[in-house]
């Protein structure tokens, strides 16, 4: 069983460290879940801070800045969550394993 408490990189090296198989693939699909709702979250947060910025010039503004723009920062997001990123994809991913603990039915019980 894996414990709701340790963050998705201590279990990978818990599981490493024993030679246990890897996590399982319902597991692995709630962590990328995680790691993608983070990084949904960074990208906003950077979407409001660039939202001010005005590029004039030769080279800057217009509409096709604008989209590039927002391709740029959902990638920065992603390269945030690869580096570690904020912290909240292990709270997310500790908040999905304890709701799902606390659907199951219980053993013995009515």
Do not use: C, H
């Amino acid at each position: 069983m894996i414990n709701p408490m340790l963050s998705g990189s201590e279990i990978l090296a818990s599981a490493r460290a024993t030679n246990t198989p890897s996590p399982s693939a319902d597991w692995q699909k709630a962590r990328k879940t995680a790691d993608d709702f983070e990084a949904f979250f960074l990208t906003q947060t950077l979407e409001q801070m660039f939202s001010g910025l005005e590029t004039d010039g030769m080279f800057g503004g217009g509409d096709a800045e604008k989209i590039w723009r927002s391709f740029l920062l959902d990638e920065y997001g992603k390269q945030m969550v690869k580096a570690g990123g904020i912290g909240m994809a292990d709270e997310v991913m500790n908040y999905m394993l304890k709701m799902q603990e606390e659907n199951q039915p219980q053993a013995g019980g009515k």
